[in-house]
């Protein structure tokens, strides 16, 4: 939003699931709804890529893992993932559209780059799609209880949005395809990130057990090894330092409020 009145922005309202044309240099392939037309959407976009030379880079997901039965995760492992599962749409499709993306490399010439990116969150995000951190920073600033699935014993990494996306430049601008694990190492189980979200916003905020969802994985943590040393990138942003970054936003879009950054400016 805040770049249309930018000359050199356009924005085109295009459903990717439909071939599109255009002349372009370079596509970074974000679109994705958790669902299987993932796929078609990465197969058009590769299309895109070869008929007119662009660069294509595929923002592919921790969920490639899946279960890790290795920690922290290495872009060597191949993953455990069920594939008839609830998630299994998700990580199935990222699964297939690496695939596509290194069969079009290899067999078409497209030059492509892979990032496997791990939890992102920061200003901006919907409100309302479920993720862990909206949701904890939603339900604390809404004074409802935070939902914790399972025993809140399962770890995430969570990286800020800024560093995610120096991140993905680099990888678009080197000369690299990867896979590349995009993520902070810092881990948090979820009762954690519970107590962090309450010292940010509210000491007070309950806690509420939930069951887990099926095939939930125990464990994530990249090791970003392979990007620090062929992309000279690292995340700067802790998740204390994030995350009132990210309440901010969320408190003016959930109460309109504006006060804050009058008090912060003065
Ligand atoms: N945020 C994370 O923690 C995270 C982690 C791993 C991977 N990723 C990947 O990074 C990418 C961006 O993630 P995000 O968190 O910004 O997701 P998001 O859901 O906030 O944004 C995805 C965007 O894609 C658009 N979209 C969905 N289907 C489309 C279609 N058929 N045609 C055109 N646009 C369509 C949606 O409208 C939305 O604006 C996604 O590919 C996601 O799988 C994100």
Same mark, same amino acid.
Not at 205 to 214: C, D, G, L, Q, S
């Given at each position: 939003m805040h770049h249309f009145g930018n /000359?050199?922005f356009?924005l085109?309202?295009?459903?990717?699931? +439909?071939?599109?044309?255009? +002349?372009?240099?370079?596509?970074?392939?974000?679109?994705?709804?958790? *669902?299987? =037309?993932?796929?078609?959407?990465?197969?058009?976009?590769?299309?895109?890529?070869?008929?007119?030379?662009?660069?294509?880079?595929?923002? *592919?997901?921790? +969920?490639?893992?899946?279960?890790?039965?290795?920690?922290?995760?290495?872009?060597?492992?191949?993953?455990?993932?069920?594939?008839?599962?609830?998630?299994?749409?998700?990580?199935?499709?990222?699964?297939?559209?690496? =695939?596509? =993306?290194?069969?079009?490399?290899?067999?078409?010439?497209? +030059?492509?780059?892979?990032?496997?990116?791990?939890? =992102?969150?920061?200003p901006r995000?919907?409100?309302?799609?479920?993720?862990?951190?909206?949701? %904890?920073?939603?339900?604390?600033?809404?004074?409802?209880?935070?939902?914790?699935?399972?025993?809140? !014993?399962?770890?995430?990494? %969570?990286?800020?949005?800024?560093?995610?996306?120096?991140?993905?430049?680099?990888?678009?601008?080197?000369?690299?395809?990867? /896979?590349?694990?995009?993520?902070?190492?810092?881990?948090?189980?979820?009762?954690?990130?519970?107590?962090?979200?309450?010292?940010?916003?509210?000491?007070?905020?309950?806690?509420?057990?939930?069951?887990?969802?099926?095939?939930?994985?125990?464990?994530?943590?990249?090791?970003? *090894?392979?990007? !620090?040393?062929?992309?000279?990138?690292?995340?700067?942003?802790?998740?204390?330092?994030?995350? /009132?970054?990210?309440?901010?936003?969320?408190?003016?879009r959930? %109460?309109?409020?504006?006060?804050?950054?009058?008090?912060? *400016?003065?």
């Amino acid at each position: 939003m805040h770049h249309f009145g930018n /000359p050199r922005f356009e924005l085109i309202r295009h459903d990717v699931v +439909e071939p599109l044309l255009l +002349e372009v240099d370079q596509i970074y392939h974000l679109a994705c709804p958790a *669902s299987p =037309t993932n796929v078609v959407g990465t197969l058009n976009m590769l299309g895109l890529a070869k008929r007119v030379g662009a660069r294509f880079l595929l923002t *592919s997901t921790s +969920e490639v893992y899946g279960d890790p039965l290795q920690h922290p995760q290495v872009e060597t492992y191949w993953g455990n993932v069920n594939p008839i599962g609830v998630r299994s749409c998700y990580d199935e499709g990222k699964r297939t559209a690496e =695939t596509l =993306t290194m069969d079009y490399h290899r067999g078409a010439g497209v +030059e492509v780059r892979i990032a496997r990116i791990f939890n =992102t969150y920061g200003p901006r995000m919907c409100i309302d799609d479920g993720r862990v951190v909206s949701n %904890f920073v939603a339900q604390a600033l809404r004074k409802e209880p935070l939902t914790v699935y399972g025993d809140g !014993k399962q770890t995430r990494s %969570f990286q800020y949005v800024s560093d995610l996306v120096e991140g993905l430049m680099r990888l678009m601008e080197g000369e690299h395809v990867g /896979p590349f694990n995009l993520g902070n190492p810092g881990e948090f189980t979820m009762l954690e990130l519970a107590q962090v979200v309450q010292e940010t916003i509210d000491p007070d905020a309950k806690i509420e057990f939930r069951p887990n969802t099926e095939d939930d994985p125990h464990k994530r943590k990249p090791d970003i *090894s392979k990007a !620090k040393e062929l992309l000279g990138w690292e995340p700067k942003i802790p998740l204390r330092k994030g995350l /009132p970054r990210m309440v901010k936003d969320f408190r003016q879009r959930i %109460f309109g409020d504006h006060n804050e950054d009058i008090a912060s *400016s003065a």
